[in-house]
T-cell receptor
Framework: AQTVTQSQPEMSVQEAETVTLSCTYD???????LFWYKQPPSRQMILVIR??????QNATENRFSVNFQKAAKSFSLKISDSQLGDTAMYFC?????????????FGKGTKLSVIP | DAGVIQSPRHEVTEMGQEVTLRCKPI?????LFWYRQTMMRGLELLIY????????DSGMPEDRFSAKMPNASFSTLKIQPSEPRDSAVYFC??????????FGPGTRLTVL
């Protein structure tokens, strides 16, 4: 079974600074997808970024980028120019790419606070 | 696009009562998922459907839980009878074929 580990329960960052959230996972599969979801106080789960394991290039979405290290099974999220609206819980998630493997496995989350 | 719609947003009920949570997926999405989020266990998949057919319900905790998807635009998750330990946030998510899941706003259920 796949597991996802987020080792930082809480983090804080000054507004406009850069912060990196860590995620590691365990799988025996070669092809899979990785995601970062954001859950602000409104509790809506919002997709931040996704990465396909067969792509070597790291995904980027505006101020959000990932550092995907397949051999190390590491998938960290970097937030640049942090904004107050980035304050939220961040969840790392894993999904196999094989047919019938649509379950998302989530980490426990990292609570990020952006300080003015 | 309105996104995934869930109702009610909040539900407070007493132990033993029947609870029905509702979900409208994004139009054109073939997959629908029900998740439960608690402090102790985090986010857990309960069941998912493909083209209205239940595919995997191994995450449904007990026979008290049931889910249906009578058509492509509507799904329900029912708990009967409800218990205090069912208190949680329940999310519905939908996705196109084998792709990213988009979540609804969730229903916060409190069972007294």
């Amino acid at each position: 079974a796949q597991t996802v580990t987020q080792s930082q329960p809480e983090m804080s960052v000054q507004e406009a600074e850069t912060v990196t959230l860590s995620c590691t996972y365990d799988t025996s599969e070669n092809n899979y997808y990785l995601f970062w979801y954001k859950q602000p106080p409104s509790r809506q789960m919002i997709l931040v970024i996704r990465q396909e394991a067969y792509k070597q290039q790291n995904a980027t979405e505006n101020r959000f980028s990932v550092n995907f290290q397949k051999a190390a099974k590491s998938f960290s999220l970097k937030i640049s120019d942090s904004q107050l609206g980035d304050t939220a819980m961040y969840f790392c998630a894993f999904r196999n790419s094989g047919a019938g493997s649509y379950q998302l496995t989530f980490g426990k989350g990292t609570k990020l606070s952006v300080i003015p | 696009d309105a996104g995934v719609i869930q109702s009610p947003r909040h539900e407070v009920t007493e132990m033993g009562q029947e609870v029905t949570l509702r979900c409208k997926p994004i139009s054109g999405h073939d997959y629908l998922f029900w998740y439960r989020q608690t402090m102790m266990r985090g986010l857990e998949l309960l069941i998912y459907f493909n083209n209205n057919v239940p595919i995997d319900d191994s995450g449904m905790p007990e026979d008290r839980f049931s889910a249906k998807m009578p058509n492509a635009s509507f799904s329900t998750l029912k708990i009967q009878p409800s218990e205090p330990r069912d208190s949680a946030v329940y999310f519905c998510a939908s996705s196109p074929i084998a792709d990213t899941q988009y979540f609804g706003p969730g229903t916060r259920l409190t069972v007294l």
